[in-house]
T-cell receptor, first 111, second 113 residues
Framework: QKEVEQDPGPLSVPEGAIVSLNCTYS??????FMWYRQYSRKGPELLMY????GNKEDGRFTAQVDKSSKYISLFIRDSQPSDSATYLC???????????FGAGTRLAVHP | DSGVTQTPKHLITATGQRVTLRCSPR?????VYWYQQSLDQGLQFLIQ???????AKGNILERFSAQQFPDLHSELNLSSLELGDSALYFC????????????FGPGTRLTVL
């Protein structure tokens, strides 16, 4: 079993749709949960960061963590063409002292 | 713009050669991380330096090495290059050296022919 599994996509949605991106993980030691967005030919940029179970909202983005099920999600409301990118979930634990990334989900939002 | 700079943007070289990739962290950041991103392997952590000292190692090949200089910039050296080394190489930085929040540079695209 892989340490992190991310829905591969690609996802193609119309503008204005609600998008759900998901990752599961197997390592209970993960303490911090992140979502990075990566535009084509660019470096990943940190989008959301959380360390507890529950929801965290930032504008049109909501990060959800369920530690008991080892599942994290990123919701994008009112999706825009500018949201078209690859989204990477990432996990960190002090024991590893490194970020573990999911394989990424490519999202395309069409007008 | 994350504030992390990487040079060169693109590098094309031949098998067996050696190249050096350069990274300047955000102003004030002490820690630098190197990653390799390929289509089949995703984003893989290679190595971390904190204030000039190696802090953590990931899936870094013996043919690869890195260092962080007193001015905190870092270089990743790739030698005896193989076709499979073709990838995007990213540098990231943060202040504390705890890996949780990292700021990525624009990357260097390496093509080995």
């Amino acid at each position: 079993q892989k340490e992190v599994e991310q829905d591969p996509g690609p996802l193609s949605v119309p503008e204005g749709a609600i998008v759900s991106l998901n990752c599961t993980y197997s390592n209970s030691a993960f303490q911090y949960f992140m979502w990075y967005r990566q535009y084509s030919r660019k470096g990943p940029e940190l989008l959301m960061y959380t360390y507890s179970s529950g929801n965290k909202e930032d504008g049109r983005f909501t990060a959800q963590v369920d530690k008991s099920s080892k599942y994290i999600s990123l919701f994008i409301r009112d999706s825009q063409p500018s949201d078209s990118a690859t989204y990477l979930c990432a996990f960190w634990s002090g024991g590893y002292n490194k970020l573990i990334f999911g394989a990424g989900t490519r999202l395309a939002v069409h007008p | 713009d994350s504030g992390v700079t990487q040079t060169p943007k693109h590098l094309i070289t031949a098998t067996g050669q050696r190249v050096t990739l350069r990274c300047s962290p955000r102003s004030g950041d002490l820690s630098v991380y190197w990653y390799q991103q390929s289509l089949d392997q995703g984003l893989q952590f290679l190595i971390q330096y904190y204030n000039g000292e190696e802090r953590a190692k990931g899936n870094i090949l013996e043919r690869f090495s890195a260092q962080q200089f007193p001015d905190l910039h870092s270089e990743l050296n790739l030698s005896s290059l193989e076709l499979g080394d073709s990838a995007l190489y990213f540098c990231a930085s943060n202040f504390y050296g705890a890996s949780d929040t990292q700021y990525f540079g624009p990357g260097t695209r390496l093509t080995v022919l």
